[in-house]
């Protein structure tokens, strides 16, 4: 078990990064399949290398133009990557290059870079790119030896070049890279799968109809996983997994179960390299032949094909790209002759640098098992996630509940303003908790619906088709219980309640503060809660998302696209937004990442009447250069003085004869909308453990067939930490509060913000304190998570 090996040591003290690139030339390439989110990579490359001091090349058409060399290699500028961050695909042309694999090939590529002195190469794309890379780092020298020999270059030329850095980006829609949480082009995907079953769902519903549906995915499963996860599919097959022998049978039952429940629709997610346990294809024209013998169902086969790759990448990808773009400047420029080839990606949300060399492993790993048919070692390569996922899956789709009950009942309810994603939550909770055995109770409107006895059993079939609408089905409100104690308790005990799930906001964090320390007096608060954070703020302490956060993201994300545009049209305009987020600026942050902000004013980030000059000195700086027009978010709470109207007055009368402002308050579009493929999954799996959880305390906490449960452990809030989903007792979140302003006192986003700056041409330290150490991953033991 190596643990992380330094790979180089930190810079004195951070302000080094602006001149740490002086005499050096980065080339940054993408090659393979395209995916979403490689044009943010490139952009935060060429902007972030460019602030360093360092010169930056495009090479177009991948591998291809690097051989070419020629018109192929150009030197990038900061405007030339304006306007590339909302277009999917890559701008800068990929290509599949048989050349490159060939030693001539890569001799044309070496004498091509080192005749202009680059020395650094960032590559995006996918294992089979990232493994040519590696082949062309090892071949370097005897490449430049083999060049000197036949002239190609000079002695100088060559000692100048001694050594190649390479650093890659993983830039792949199937998520198939180990080592790795997510892969650029992955989340926006899913949007694109996501859209399409949910248009799909209206129409089998109204014809009764069966659709299976084929992803892409030839090695692996993730978008088949995922998407089955997201729109509670009735059966998924993917390339890890294959289905047991009798498959036939159990579909055909699972769909006349769903259809028994009361369902009109059945649907079949297919990954295009499913197969049996004995490697045999399986297609989604054998599963709709099967269905229609032996049932007789109306079924609809879609293959959904390259639309899969097309579209705007999501607001995830745009962050992941731009976030990866920094870091992989960084790991090049302080490279050393003796680094490794390296990938930089994210784990949880650090970002982290991986040898190349051994993540590729690990994947060929992967299909060695598959190919091996050792199928549960292939599901344990992909990572804990992966499992996690599956295993979700597995118990929501192909359990039923059992004919013994537990004798315990759950209530769930969702408290403060409506989330995205709240309603696959209550799903996932009502259905494993009757899996458990046990009987679930819904609570309408909040608190006040606890207190007024708002409470009704809800079963299987009460939550079906939840995981895709947007807002509350349950009905949600901000009323906080203090005041209503005595009427909670009656509730309770009338409804013999022995479990709370409160999905919401900072107001469930702080009416579940309150229902604990109402159990001092009311003994029938004394069961156990578990609160679930969800509000599009993100602002509940101990967690680092909350459900609903990642749809309004989008939706303010999708809105500045558009105002970019109509500014682009104009010319010479400003925009001034308004998000929301209370005083959290989570959402204003994120978005400008997103969107390419150039400033974002937000309350954790305190900024004066000279900071307001700068940016407007800064704007009409920009005027002058070919990207004429501005885009400023102001989160609603960042200062009480310097109003969304005041900024606007601001920028009108100081830009006057250079631009026009125009102000935008987004307003509750923000909290609307169907969830992201993110705010389903996680909903759903939020949903999922709170109930196992749950489940234990209550017999833990059970003497007698009566509940007591009065420690502080018996009322946790389920968050997402780095990368694991954990549960924290209230009280010792009560300490990382503020109270006043509704915020955790510490917030990992916040480091981002000199991101944003950078791109948006501000000099900015980089804080590069946290640096990002070289992790080994191979033989990491794969710890599944406690059973769901």
Request: charge should be neutral; aromatic fraction near 6%; charged fraction near 20%.
């Amino acid at each position: 078990e190596h643990k992380s090996k330094k790979m180089s040591q930190p810079p004195e003290k951070h302000e080094r990064t602006h001149n740490l690139g002086i005499g050096k030339a980065i080339a940054v390439l993408t090659s393979g399949g395209d995916a979403q989110g490689m044009n943010a990579a490139v952009r935060a490359v060429v902007r972030v290398g460019i602030f360093t001091g360092a010169k930056v090349y495009f090479v177009h058409e991948g591998y291809q133009g690097l051989v070419d060399g020629g018109d192929n290699i150009q030197e990038a500028t900061w405007e030339r990557v304006s306007m590339m961050l909302q277009l999917g695909g890559t701008v800068i042309g990929s290509a599949r290059c048989q050349d490159f694999r060939t030693r001539e090939g890569r001799l044309k590529a070496a004498r091509n870079l080192v005749k202009r002195g680059i020395t650094n190469l960032c590559v995006i794309g996918g294992d089979g790119s990232l493994t040519g890379a590696n082949t062309f780092q090892a071949e370097w020298s005897s490449l430049l030896v083999e060049l000197v020999k036949t002239g190609g270059v000079t002695a100088e030329e060559a000692k100048n070049s001694s050594h190649l850095n390479i650093v890659g980006m993983v830039g792949s829609i199937d998520n198939d890279f180990c080592g790795t949480d997510m892969t650029i082009g992955t989340d926006s995907a899913l949007h694109r799968i996501m859209e399409i079953v949910d248009a799909i769902t209206t129409t089998a519903q109204s014809h009764q109809r069966t659709f299976v549906l084929e992803v892409m995915g030839r090695h692996c499963g993730y978008l088949a996983l995922i998407t089955a996860l997201a729109c509670g599919a009735d059966w998924v097959f993917i390339p890890e997994s294959p289905p047991e022998d009798d498959w036939e049978e159990h579909l055909c039952r699972r769909l006349i179960e769903t259809r028994g429940r009361g369902s009109r629709l059945n649907i079949i997610i297919v990954a295009e390299g499913a197969i049996t346990k004995q490697g045999q294809p399986i297609t989604s024209e054998d599963i709709k032949n099967l269905v229609v013998k032996r049932l007789g169902y109306d079924t609809r086969v879609t293959i959904l094909g390259h639309v899969q790759r097309g579209g705007t990448p999501s607001a995830f990808d745009r962050i992941l790209g731009s976030r990866m773009g920094v870091e992989a400047v960084m790991a090049l420029l302080e490279g050393t002759p003796d680094t490794p080839a390296c990938v930089v990606s994210l784990s949880g949300n650090q970002a982290v640098r991986l040898p190349l060399m051994e993540c590729v492993q690990v994947t060929k790993d992967v299909t060695t098992a598959m190919n091996e048919r050792r199928f549960d070692d292939a599901v344990k390569l992909r990572g804990r996630s992966f499992q996690n996922n599956w295993n979700v899956y597995k118990l929501l789709a192909h359990v039923r509940p059992p004919s013994t009950k537990s004798g315990y009942n759950l209530a769930v309810m969702n408290v403060g303003a409506p989330a995205s994603g709240m309603n696959a939550a209550v799903r996932a909770a009502v259905r494993i908790g009757l899996i458990h055995g046990h009987k679930m109770l819904a609570v309408h409107d909040g608190f006040d619906g606890l207190a007024h006895g708002q409470v009704e059993e809800i079963g299987w079939g009460g939550v079906g088709g939840w995981t895709g609408l947007g807002g509350s089905k349950l009905g949600t409100k901000r009323t906080l219980p203090k005041k209503y104690l005595e009427e909670i308790s009656a509730t309770i005990s009338s409804f013999n309640i022995h479990g709370l799930i409160i999905i919401g906001g900072f107001e469930a964090f702080t009416g579940s503060l309150e229902l604990v320390e109402g159990r001092g007096k009311y003994e029938e608060l004394c069961i156990p809660v578990c609160v679930i954070p969800a509000t599009v703020s993100n602002n509940v302490p101990g967690s680092d998302f909350s459900i609903g956060a990642d749809t309004a993201l989008n939706t303010i994300t999708t809105t500045c696209d558009r105002i970019k545009q109509s500014a682009a049209g104009t010319k010479r305009r400003v925009f001034i937004i308004e998000t929301m987020g209370g005083y959290c600026g989570y959402l204003a942050t994120m978005a400008g990442l997103a969107s390419g902000a150039d400033a974002a004013y937000i309350f954790e980030d305190p900024f004066t009447i000279r900071d307001l000059q700068v940016n407007v000195e800064h704007l009409c700086e920009k005027m002058k250069t070919t990207v004429k027009r501005g885009l400023v978010l102001r989160n609603e709470k960042c200062n009480e003085n310097y109003t969304t109207d005041f900024i606007f007055n601001l920028y009108s009368e100081e830009g006057k004869g250079i631009f026009e402002s125009r102000k935008n308050v987004l307003g509750h579009m923000q909290q609307g909308g169907t969830p992201t493929p993110f705010d389903r999954n996680f909903g759903t799996k939020m949903g999922a453990k709170s109930v196992a959880w749950l489940t234990g305390k209550i017999k833990e906490y059970s003497r007698h067939g009566r509940i007591f449960a009065n420690t502080a452990d018996s009322a946790c809030l389920l968050g997402m930490r780095r990368r694991s989903l954990v549960f924290q007792p209230l009280a010792e979140l009560e300490e990382q509060t503020d109270f006043e302003h509704r915020l955790p006192k510490q917030q990992w986003w916040l480091k981002l913000r000199p991101i944003l700056k950078i791109l948006a041409k501000y000099k900015a330290d980089l804080d590069t304190s946290e640096k990002a150490h070289l992790e080994h991953i191979t033989h990491k033991g794969v710890p599944a998570e406690a059973n769901i």
